[in-house]
Each structure stands twice: as C-alpha cells, then as structure tokens.
C-alpha cells in the first residue's frame, strides 16, 4: 500500500531564511504528487503538483518543490521565508483511482520576526 | 468565485443525534468528495462521487452516508452521531480523477458531547 511520510511535525525558521519541507512516499511507480497549503481556519489549498517531466516545479506564492525518484521524495522549498507563509502544509501522493490518495500528517510552519 | 461551500462551519451535537453537513461547488467538477482531518492523522477520505448519481466508500464511511443531490451538491449524513466523529470536516471537488489536485472548502468543525 502507497503511504507518504512527512518527517518534520513541526519547524521555525525566522523571516527571510529558507525553508525546506521534507516528504518521502512509498510507491511501486511514479505517482502524482502534491503539495498543499493549510492556514489556520481553512481548507487546504493546492501549491502545486508533479506528473511527469522536469523534476522541478513551480508553484504559487514562490514555491517550487523537486522529485527526486531514488530517493523516492518530493520536498518542498521556498529560498525567503515571509511571515504569511506560516500556516500547515501536506504533501499528498495519487497511485491511482479516486480513492488512491494519500495524504501525509502535515507540517506546521512557524515564521519568526 | 466562490469555489467549494461548506455549511455549517461550526456545530455542536450530542450523542445519538443526526445531522447533514452541505456542500456545493461552483467550478462545473464532475467529481466529489469527503473527507475527515484529525489532529497527527492526516485527511482520510470518508465517500467520494466520481460523477453525478454515483457514490463510493473509501477509507472510513462507517457511520456515515452520503448524497450526490446533482452535479453542484454532495451532502454527509450522520445519522447517529458518535463522540469518535468529532472532527473537522472537509469537502473538496475535482475535474475528473484528480489529476489537477483537489480544491476543498474551509471545513465544519463538528464536536459531538
């Protein structure tokens, strides 16, 4: 069975420092990847996602997140921190069908002035 | 742009009473689902709808039910509501098989005395 790990239940990093969030899955093929963004209070929103192709991706509020296939991860980067980045962040990973969605325990973020 | 709405946002039952938590998507999505977020435990996916008229369990629907009303509207019913139940719950559509991610809605905070 697929399973996603996200070692890091909870970081602080202070404004302007780079942030890298860790997450490992498990899967026999190249699954769909995601990440998403959780503010206090919300639903999770979608910062971006891997198929196929180049290993590095862009996302949405300068976020960008790399594949790395023999280590079977796909973290998650941002070079400058900004204090609304604060909020909880899942990776996810799709194996197949609609109920092959898996989605990890999440990492809180903490941003300090 | 009022994406995935969820009602209500906050409630509060007792044991053995039943309630239907609502949910309606604005963005034409054929597919449909709910799922329940519990504190180190990621989101588990309670039923989903691929499309209108159909309904699936996944990893927890028991004391659960669901109704895909038509194609904007997918409901969760508790019939008799357990303190186990007590959660946040969410929402969330997608075009197809999910391939582009999901977009939730902000969740009903459900506490069950």
């Known amino acids: 069975a697929q399973s996603v790990t996200q070692p890091d239940i909870h970081i602080t990093v202070s404004e302007g420092a780079s942030l890298e ?17 959780q503010s206090p209070g919300q639903g999770l929103q979608l910062l971006l996602k891997y198929f196929s192709g180049d290993t590095l991706v862009q996302g949405i509020k300068g976020f960008e997140a790399e594949f790395k296939r023999s280590q079977s991860s796909f973290n998650l980067r941002k ?11 899942f990776c996810a990973v799709r194996s197949g069908g609609y109920q092959k969605v898996t989605f990890g325990t999440g990492t809180k973020l903490q941003v300090i002035p | 742009n009022a994406g995935v709405t969820q009602t209500p946002k906050f409630q509060v039952l007792k044991t053995g009473q039943s309630m239907t938590l609502q949910c309606a998507q604005d963005m034409n ?14 989101l588990r996916l309670i039923y989903y709808s691929a499309s209108e008229g159909t ?3 996944g990893e927890v629907p028991n004391g659960y039910n669901v109704s895909r009303l038509n194609k904007r509207e997918f409901s969760l019913r508790l019939e008799s509501a357990a303190p186990s139940q007590t959660s946040v719950y969410f929402c969330a559509s997608s075009q197809g098989q999910g391939i582009d991610g ?12």
Request: glycine share 8%.
């Open chain 2, 55 to 57: 309904t699936d369990k």
């Open chain 2, 102 to 113: 999901y977009t939730f809605g902000s969740g009903t905070r459900l506490t069950v005395v």
């Open chain 1, 79 to 89: 070079p400058s921190v900004h204090w609304s980045d604060a909020a909880e962040y």
């Open chain 2, 29 to 42: 999505h054929n597919s449909m689902y709910w799922y329940r977020q519990d504190p180190g435990m990621g």
């Open chain 1, 21 to 37: 969030l860790r997450c490992n899955y498990s899967y026999g093929a190249t699954p769909y990847l995601f990440w998403y963004v």
